[in-house]
């Protein structure tokens, strides 16, 4: 093989073979081993276990190569994302008990985590940069931030150092490589990601486009770097629960931002280890997409037809838990409407060269939370997981399938199920059977409802955005922004009731700016700016509404059905897109006016009560957000966004 002297590395002109016995526990060979250099190190050996190592792009053969040296596997398996590799790997977890196959469903499997290791974990999450606020904003003094957690490359190096070196002994080394939306489309971004851990490749296969055809779009181009380890390495020192090898004691999962980098250790769960998912489609993503004028979004993409045939498309942000899936898969209760779904998670947006803003959903799978999703509230995510499907700590009844708190009208009685505990449990005993965040990880493919031009690569136009979240008391039920700028005013301004798919416990009400609060990758000042400096003579800007389907009554029941009659809510947003004449101005922006939102068809709702705007509420909520934005901003915070904060302020004391 040639010497690449541009990058410094030489191949091994002969691979040598060896056979290592009982490699993987199961004896496989090893097809062969590769020499190369790296910079600083010298000469490190590459076991191959699967695939052609030096045929790969020298920055990616560097870059494994590295974290070889580093993590020592006993080998590497270059993942190609086909059925035989995937039906290979099942069977490994099947066999080594960290997947049950459930036999009620076609190709769908459920495994259960170490209970320690059920949630994306906040606290363990760092942005590694050399300078603090380019990551973080200027923190009130005494203040703890919430917009993030920085960490000095310094400091992380040691971290990592203490953590990494070793990590991998005595397992294999996956290279998975993929693209956050269509391969080689002119919105999406390749990564390549090394595991230990198969799970992973499996959940990777769903959620990301994982193809030997990423080669070819890497080249010696720009790759989001990805390295996840379990931190288990063998011989193991702690005890596996589950077949679910972690170390939940010392997770920690860092972002380089700089290097397009991410490094996660400990966590084999979710967001913590599909490094595709919050770590690069949002974080790294965030980063880019300032960089390139650009944004990275927490929200879900969908399509809405009316009976005319008129097509709208809608980009949403709500807090994790708060009904993105069930949106973005809404069943219409109006005859004649039409909904699909283009992604339900996460949205990649940019300016065409006509001034329309596109958006792509980068993912290539569903990652739902599983409790409360029943065939009422979500019937179409309910038929898209029948099949090709992993599902992480529900329930599993007697006859193979799945359970969870929700779907207790859709299996008998009387079947017994097994928690995600493995306890023995019947419906009305005490305790739950599926962990609150437990999830589905499911082709989008197979969305009944899915837009035919969802993998379009140059995207679909946005005509709204909306935010929401769980407001128990105080918001309405749908608001227009007054502007672009008090758009993103009130995006800022966004709370909701914390979720399951964190660490945090309880209903407290959280702020959750853009909904982004967990998954920001730079100084959130810096964010609110580039937000608004896309406002651009020439650009078609979408209207940005807010809408709340949770508010309570006196007596602590909904006030509005939600679930197929918010498409009552999204008519209104969409004639209001076209311009019709169907709002008010109020303190907080532009309501319906009496009437304009159908009620035909629909339970008595008390509109008076769901429009409401009790003065005292929000001349206290103003003050609240704006001393959160104060504390946790200060300084950074554009001033456009401090303007528009007093106009909402002087609007609610003259209510």
Avoid at 183 to 200: E, H, I, R
Avoid at 278 to 303: N, P, T, V
Avoid at 348 to 367: H, S, T, V
Avoid at 614 to 637: N, S
Wanted: include cysteine; hydrophobic fraction near 40%.
């Amino acid at each position: 093989m040639p010497v690449n002297n541009r990058n410094n590395m030489r191949m091994a002109s002969r691979p040598r073979r060896a056979r290592i016995d009982s490699f993987m526990d199961g004896g496989e060979l090893v097809q062969e081993i590769d020499d190369i250099i790296l910079p600083e190190v010298g000469l490190v050996q590459v076991p191959v276990v699967k695939g052609d190592f030096a045929s790969l792009p020298p920055k990616v053969q560097q870059f494994i190569a590295k974290y070889i040296n580093i993590c020592r596997p006993k080998g590497i398996y270059i993942c190609d994302g086909s059925e035989e590799e995937a039906d290979e790997l099942t069977e490994k977890l099947v066999d080594r008990g960290t997947l049950v196959k459930l036999e009620k469903l076609e190709n769908c499997y459920l495994c259960r985590t170490d209970p320690a290791d059920v949630a994306r974990v906040e606290s363990k999450t760092f942005i590694v940069t050399p300078e603090k606020h380019t990551s973080v904003p200027h923190v009130k003094e005494g203040c703890k931030g919430i917009l993030g957690q920085w960490m000095s490359p310094e400091v992380m190096d040691k971290e990592l150092g203490g953590r990494l070196p070793g990590s991998m002994k005595g397992r294999v080394m996956y290279v998975i490589p993929f693209s956050m939306g269509p391969v080689g489309g002119p919105l999406s971004k390749a990564g390549v990601q090394l595991t230990d851990f198969n799970y992973v490749v499996l959940s990777m296969r769903i959620m990301t486009r994982v193809s030997a055809a990423v080669w070819d779009v890497v080249k010696d181009g720009e790759f989001v770097q990805c390295v996840h380890t379990i931190g288990a390495p063998r011989p193991l020192q702690n005890k596996v629960i589950n077949h679910w090898p972690c170390n939940p004691e010392r997770i920690i999962i860092s972002h380089f931002p700089d290097e397009r980098k991410i490094v996660s250790y400990g966590s084999g769960y979710g967001g913590n280890s599909l490094l595709g998912k919050k770590c690069f489609a949002l974080r790294i993503a965030g980063c880019i997409a300032k960089d390139e004028g650009w944004l990275a979004e927490h929200m879900l993409i969908m399509s809405v037809t009316n009976p005319k045939g008129e097509e709208k498309f809608i980009a949403a942000a709500f807090p994790s838990a708060c009904g993105k899936t069930n949106m973005a898969m809404l069943t219409p209760s109006l005859p004649g409407w039409t909904v699909r779904c283009i992604g339900d998670d996460i949205a990649w947006m940019r300016f065409d060269k006509d001034g329309r803003l596109r958006a792509i959903n980068p993912e290539a799978g569903f990652f739902g939370v599983a409790p409360g999703t029943n065939s009422k509230t979500n019937p179409m995510a309910m038929k898209t997981c029948t099949k090709n499907t992993i599902f992480t700590n529900v329930g599993m009844t007697q006859d193979g399938g799945v359970f969870w708190e929700g779907m207790e009208k859709e299996i008998d009685q009387d079947s017994s199920i097994t928690t995600w505990l493995g306890e023995q449990w019947k419906i009305g005993m005490p305790g739950k059977a599926a962990h609150p965040n437990s999830r589905f990880c499911t082709p989008a493919e197979q969305c009944p409802i899915i837009h035919p031009n969802w993998e379009d690569a140059d995207g679909v136009p946005i005509d709204a955005i909306v935010f929401g979240g769980r407001r128990p008391e105080g918001v309405p039920l749908v608001y227009e922004a007054y502007n672009w700028e008090h758009g993103v005013m009130v995006g800022a301004a966004l709370k909701s009731e914390a979720t399951a798919a964190a660490e945090h416990k309880g209903k407290e009400i959280m702020h959750d700016p853009m909904a982004m609060r967990p998954f920001m990758g730079y100084n959130f000042g810096d964010y609110l700016q580039h937000w608004l400096d896309l406002d651009q003579p020439g650009r078609k800007m979408p209207k940005v509404f807010h809408v709340n389907w949770f508010r309570l009554d006196n007596n602590k029941r909904f006030l509005w059905p939600g679930f197929g009659e918010n498409i009552r809510v999204i008519d209104w947003i969409c004639r209001r897109v076209d311009g019709e004449d169907i709002a008010s101005p109020s303190p907080v922006g532009l309501l319906p006016k009496e009437g304009t939102i159908s009620g035909d068809g629909m339970e008595k709702v008390d509109w008076k009560q769901i429009f409401e705007l009790p003065k005292d509420y929000w001349v206290e909520d103003i003050a609240e957000t704006k001393r959160f934005l104060d504390e946790q901003v200060g300084t950074d915070l554009p001033e456009a966004i401090r303007i528009q904060l007093e106009k909402q302020e002087a609007r609610i004391a003259a209510m």
